[in-house]
């Protein structure tokens, strides 16, 4: 069955502290990774598109990469600002739907 | 430009209820989705539409949960006689075609006692 895990499950970080969340996948074909951010109370917000091994996107102080079996969101020098809960999706071959991880809930501390 | 709008925003209903949740997709997308998402998780899938045709409805839980776009544009999910379990957010998202970058509401907050 294709699957998405994300970890760790919660960070906390202090202000200025760099890390990585993680996102690996078990697909039988890809077409797609994404992330989103959402925040409590509201709906995911697109962050970026991942399409082959090998790419990269960036966007203010975060960085999307993607392997064949895993993308990587790091995170430099976060701002309280930053905190919130981080989605990766899949969406394979043949289909349309987004298959979501359970997320990474982010706080970042002053 | 205006997003993805849901209404209402939030929702009780007593178990046995009937509800019916409502999505405005961005202007001139094609493809709509719904997901649901329990408290602490990611959202999951459970049915889409590309213009009025619902092409794939594998995840609705059950016959209780009926989905409708009539015109190919504001779009309805029903549940009757709704349960607890049924307690979740329900998101909706649309995509300017089909495989395009999904953008999502605000989500339904619906709660059964």
């Known amino acids: 069955e294709d699957q998405v895990t994300q970890s760790p499950e919660a960070l906390r970080l202090q202000e200025g502290e760099s890390s990585s969340l993680n996102c690996s996948y078990t697909?039988?074909?890809?077409?797609?990774l994404f992330w989103y951010r959402q925040d409590p109370g509201k709906g995911p917000e697109f962050l970026f598109t991942?399409?082959?091994a090998g790419e990269e996107k960036e966007k203010e102080r975060l960085k999307a990469t993607l392997t064949k079996k895993e993308s990587f969101l790091h995170i430099t020098a976060p701002k309280p600002e930053d905190s919130a809960t981080y989605l990766c999706?899949?969406?394979?071959?043949?289909?349309?739907?987004?298959?979501f991880g359970q997320g990474t809930r982010l706080t970042i501390n002053p | 430009g205006a997003g993805v709008s849901q209404s209402p925003r939030y929702k009780v209903a007593k178990r046995g209820q009937d509800v019916a949740l409502r999505c405005d997709p961005i202007?001139?997308?094609?493809?709509l989705f719904w997901y649901q998402q329990a408290l602490g998780q990611g959202p999951e899938f459970l049915t889409y539409?590309?213009?009025?045709?619902?092409?794939?409805k594998s995840g609705l839980p059950s016959d209780r949960f009926f989905a409708e776009r009539p015109e190919g544009s504001v779009s309805t999910l029903k549940i009757q006689r709704t349960q607890q379990e049924d307690s979740a957010v329900y998101l909706c998202?649309?995509?300017?075609?089909?495989?395009?970058?999904?953008?999502f509401g605000p989500g339904t907050r619906l709660t059964v006692l």
């Open positions: 998202a649309s995509s300017l075609a089909l495989l395009d970058t999904q953008y």
């Open positions: 697909v039988s074909g890809l077409r797609g």
């Open positions: 991942l399409y082959s």
């Open positions: 999706a899949v969406q394979f071959q043949g289909a349309q739907k987004l298959v």
């Open positions: 202007s001139g997308h094609v493809s």
């Open positions: 539409f590309q213009n009025e045709a619902q092409l794939d």
